[in-house]
């Protein structure tokens, strides 16, 4: 892909959420960047933007995916790829964020991404047209059971995606399933628990990240009613490429176990480490060679307490250091939420600054300094820019639930919230 665009969830199979590429926005010209557009369709947005050679792609609240013109916000194709009404857990349209890369057989431009009807598909990108789709998991039409939150990662020929439940009423056996980039033959599967409804669990709610070396590193969630820690419940796994057979795992320790302890959290590669944020507040930086635990730091508060939020967000990792987004924290002053810089081989705190909103969806780093961080809920939500060198708060940048990735992408910043999809740029952008 061009080293300017921003091509999938995290930007890219190893999650480092970095685009040291993009430049133009700096602290210093921040309070310069100006709204270029704004387009409500589609709206509201839990899926982040991915952004390609001028287009725009995000899938909607009311199970739509869109294309959209960079530099109007005009739609300029759409596809009706699924919703969920409200049965037993809320509704929803498409909440998984695309990734674009070109067929391995044609080379045409292809858009992947999971839509709200159960279906991996493979959309062209100029005219969103259907090449190929197949079965993730599909819904019951009575319970609202299973439901595609993980965004497809693409890497080496193959599609890796997650099987989750809509909100574990019921819960549902979580997977992670392996596709075939060319045309959407099913490769491996690999269950997090046994077979049987009783043990029904260990959803993968987060998205597949996949190291230079092909390894395949999963998070999990918890597992049945009684007992969370189920098999490979509650857990980092590293699966093999091509079987999807498990070569490893780090499950969180007994003490460390908490009410409602998913990990959310999509995992990070930096350097020989993968880690994740586990809804009980803590982060755990894992040796990718042996799956031993190297560092654990406290991000955030463990959910369920008032107005924590959860630990859902993927750090920032800029080749040295990780960018956190933090749900409750403990600053105090009316704080809900925070942003951090820790050290990558020790997770020492090298700097945190309070939010008023707490931060669960994931942050963004452009090469020019700036940090854009969601914040989704409680206190005051919208997008923060944050200095990545000192911390300071630059600027709010909107109003409104966040919780969707933004993208630094050809010289601006494309955000996405309850509200709808927005561009910014500098004058002359």
Known sequence: MPATSWSSYLNGPQHTSYAPLQTTITPASVPSLSQ???QAIGAPYIASPIVIRGSVYIGGGNGYFYRLSEHTGQVLARA?????????????????TATFARDPRTHVLTVYVAGG???????????LTTEWRSVIAIPSKTVSDYYDWSSPTVANGKIYVGVASSCDVPLVRGAVLAFRQSDGGKLAEFY?????HRNAGGTVWSTVAVAPDGDVFVTTGNGP?????????????????????????????????????????SPVLF???????????????????????????????????????????????????????????????????????????????IWETGLPGGVMGSPTMDGGGVIAVPAYSPGTTGIYL???????????????GTFAQSAFAEGRLFCATNSGVYAWALPGG
């Open 225 to 265: 009613y009684g007992k969370p820690r189920l098999r490979d419940s509650e857990s980092i796994l590293k699966l093999d490429p091509s079987s999807l057979r498990l070569l490893g795992a780090y499950k969180v320790p007994v003490a460390d176990v908490s009410h409602d302890g998913d990990f959310g959290a």
């Open 192 to 196: 997090t628990t046994p077979p049987g």
């Open 271 to 349: 350097g020989k480490y993968v880690g994740a944020c586990n809804k009980n507040g803590i982060f755990y930086a894992v040796r990718q060679s042996t799956m031993e635990l190297a560092w654990k730091q406290r991000i955030g508060a463990p959910s369920g307490l008032y107005k924590s939020g959860a630990c859902l967000a993927t750090p920032v990792y800029d080749g040295k250091d990780l960018y956190f987004g933090g749900n409750a924290t403990t600053l105090g002053g009316g704080s809900f939420g925070s942003v951090q810089e820790r050290s990558a081989a020790t997770g020492a705190l």
């Open 36 to 38: 270029k557009w704004a």
């Open 117 to 127: 009807d159960g279906y991996l598909y493979a959309l062209r990108a100029l005219t």
């Open 386 to 400: 944050v200095n990545a060198a000192t911390g300071v708060v630059i600027e709010q940048l909107m109003t409104g």
């Open 80 to 96: 009706f790829i699924g919703s969920q009404p409200t049965l037993s857990c809320p509704g929803n349209g498409v909440s998984a």
